[in-house]
T-cell receptor, first 115, second 110 residues
């Protein structure tokens, strides 16, 4: 079945450590996204990529980095510069530019806890 | 600026009762509107979407939503709620990116 796979589902990190969250899709979608979800704040866009080897900052990119070396993969690194990294992270994809195709498909999320 | 407002943070209904979740949007052009549902610790699943045409759209799990341009609203409805509908519901508008509301948490009382 086609879909989006995020790993790990749960991750614990000590302060000062970088961590990388994996996101893989087999939907053949061009565009991929990372969102952060905190209680009562909805979803906030961290980074997005519309094609391989290209990505753009979203609303809260500080302290995060991404790469898009393959169409299927869009890993997110939470760096030690991120001041409050404990959150639920969601990866999503869409066929192309949102206004033309509309729908986001989501992975099941990764919960990061900083100890 | 584009934005979505969900005025109700939390709603409690009895099983079998009707449900309406409110959503108001701000968008300059014709909006693409969506409702997503999220179970605890899970990703978001699309319930329904509106692009154009009939302003009453049907979705999965017996949900429907009505687009009212004059009120800038896209409220979600279900005539009879089931215990399995307890979840977080998000309204969203698609511009150059997706803009999500802050969500409405639904509790269903047996």
């Amino acid at each position: 079945d086609g879909g989006i796979t995020q790993s790990p589902k749960y991750l614990f990190r000590k302060e000062g450590q970088n961590v990388t969250l994996s996101c893989e899709q087999n939907l053949n979608h061009d565009a991929m996204y990372w969102y952060r979800q905190d209680p009562g704040q909805g979803l906030r866009l961290i980074y997005y990529s519309q094609i391989v080897n290209d990505f753009q900052k979203g609303d809260i990119a500080e302290g995060y980095s991404v790469s898009r070396e393959k169409k299927e993969s869009f890993p997110l690194t939470v760096t030690s510069a991120q001041k409050n990294p404990t959150a639920f992270y969601l990866c999503a994809s869409s066929i192309g530019v949102l206004r033309n195709t509309g729908e986001l498909f989501f992975g099941e999320g990764s919960r990061l806890t900083v100890l | 600026a584009q934005s979505v407002t969900q005025p109700d943070i939390h709603i409690t209904v009895s099983e079998g009762a009707s449900l309406e979740l409110r959503c108001n949007y701000s968008y300059g052009a014709t909006p693409y509107l969506f409702w997503y549902v999220q179970s605890p610790g899970q990703g978001l699943q699309l319930l329904l979407k509106y692009f154009s045409g009939d302003t009453l759209v049907q979705g999965i799990k017996g949900f429907e939503a009505e687009f009212k341009r004059s009120q800038s609203s896209f409220n979600l409805r279900k005539p009879s709620v089931h215990w399995s509908d307890a979840a977080e519901y998000f309204c969203a508008v698609a511009g150059n990116q997706f803009y999500f509301g802050t969500g409405t948490s639904l509790t269903v009382i047996p």
